[in-house]
């Protein structure tokens, strides 16, 4: 519906309230306004208090010069007590210093006496329209906050409630969400007794497709592992599905199974930022990526997966890049050299102080202390054989 056409249905339920201490104007207006708008008139800006304290009005019509309380005053008044209400001074004069005090008062409109009927109809059915679409676009706005905390709930639940008990691993996370929907994902899945699957993504965008997308992904990977736990499989599998969306549905992912019996870790890395592996004596590697994204219709390598050797005392860390992202008031980020560098200042502490303190550490960083993207540190150490790690 245009502007034109939604002002000539004015809101009937609207009402209007005069305040002029002529009784002239009181009944002109009345008379003009009253066929659209509950209308009620007072003399005085005392009266029009007593009225607003029983009754809310979307105008006051308010005269400029009235004794004891003037329209600035009252305008004032009503502002501070009620402010939803639009405030339309009238004037037998319109100097400069009036209007913009009545701007700067927050008046709707100000108006000079005499005035034409039509001005003051077009001008009431205009504030009217004006409120009637600023409280459906709060009444939306309030809809797609419930549709987003939904939302949040729905990411929420598809995250793992533990790491699986696997003897010689302990594990930490933490997660860290953003004020923005974002598409940071994690899960893991028992291969064996002595061998665990785990992933780490994030589904490109914010918002509610993201939250959807990682839903998917969540069950790909379930379905994938439970099939066939091998890297290759598994990311083949969440590419081909990801790549039949129309457009392109692209996200980094990193999946490794951990085997205790051959102390390895076999993984795919695909264009996620790379996990750091740091042995008890302060070595660090950097498991880069392997392929290209995944979800962006790009072919992947006949053999994209790797194996690197673990030892007890080994550390891996992985995180999503809101960590290293995270960006300080002059536009640095976070980066590696951050990240490593807690790695070693708290290599003798738990997994799960490890991973608070890495998420801490970039939100620190970052400019007002909020993340502009969700933060995911996940931190894997491993123990001698039998060692029975606790699940955290």
């Known amino acids: ?17 005069v305040v002029d201490d002529e009784e002239g104007i009181q009944r002109a207006l009345k008379r003009v306004l009253s066929r659209k708008y509950h209308t009620d008139t007072v003399g005085s800006g005392e009266d029009a208090i007593r009225k607003l304290e029983k009754r809310d009005y ?65 001008l009431v059915d205009r504030c009217v329209w004006t409120q009637r679409l600023e409280r459906e676009n709060l009444a939306h706005t309030r809809q797609l906050e419930r549709f987003l905390d939904q939302a949040k709930e729905f990411q929420a639940s598809l995250l793992p409630a533990g ?64 099939e066939n736990p091998s890297p290759a499989h598994v990311v083949r599998t969440i590419d081909k599905a990801m790549n039949r969306f129309e457009g392109e549905s692209p996200l980094t992912l990193f ?39 995944l979800g962006a219709r790009i072919p992947l390598p006949e053999q994209p997966e790797r194996k690197v050797q673990i030892t007890s005392g080994d550390t891996l860390v992985l995180y999503t890049d809101g960590v290293l992202e995270a960006i300080d008031a002059d536009h640095r980020w976070f980066g590696l050299d951050n990240l490593t560098r807690i790695i070693r200042q708290h290599s003798e502490a738990p997994p799960s102080i490890l991973a608070e303190e890495i998420c801490r550490a970039a939100k620190r960083f970052a400019v007002g202390g909020l993340p502009s993207d969700d933060m995911t540190a996940i931190v894997l150490q491993f123990e001698e054989v039998g060692w029975p790690g606790p699940v955290i």
């Open 58 to 122: 979307d105008i006051a019509i308010v005269d400029l010069r009235m004794p004891e309380m003037d329209g600035f005053q009252l305008l004032r008044t009503i502002k501070l007590y009620r402010p939803e209400t639009e405030v339309i001074i009238m004037s037998g004069s319109a100097s400069e210093e009036k209007l913009i005090e009545a701007i700067r008062d927050q008046a709707f409109y100000f108006v000079t006496k005499p005035f034409q009927k039509e001005v003051i109809e077009t």
């Open 1 to 17: 519906m245009s502007e034109r056409a939604a002002m000539s249905q004015p809101d009937r339920r609207a009402s209007i309230l």
């Open 255 to 293: 999946y490794s199974v951990l085997n205790l019996d051959e102390m390895s870790l076999s993984y795919v890395n695909a264009g996620h930022p790379g996990p750091v592996l740091s042995s008890k004596s302060g070595e660090m590697k950097v498991l880069d990526s392997t392929i290209s994204l």
């Open 163 to 226: 790491f699986p008990l696997i003897s010689g691993i302990s594990c930490g996370v933490k997660y860290m969400p953003s004020e923005v929907l974002g598409g940071d994902f994690y899960d893991f899945h028992t291969v064996s007794k002595r061998s665990v699957a785990l992933v780490i993504a994030d589904v490109f965008g914010h918002g509610v497709l993201a939250a959807m997308r990682t839903g998917i992904v969540k069950s790909l990977f379930a379905d994938a592992v439970r």
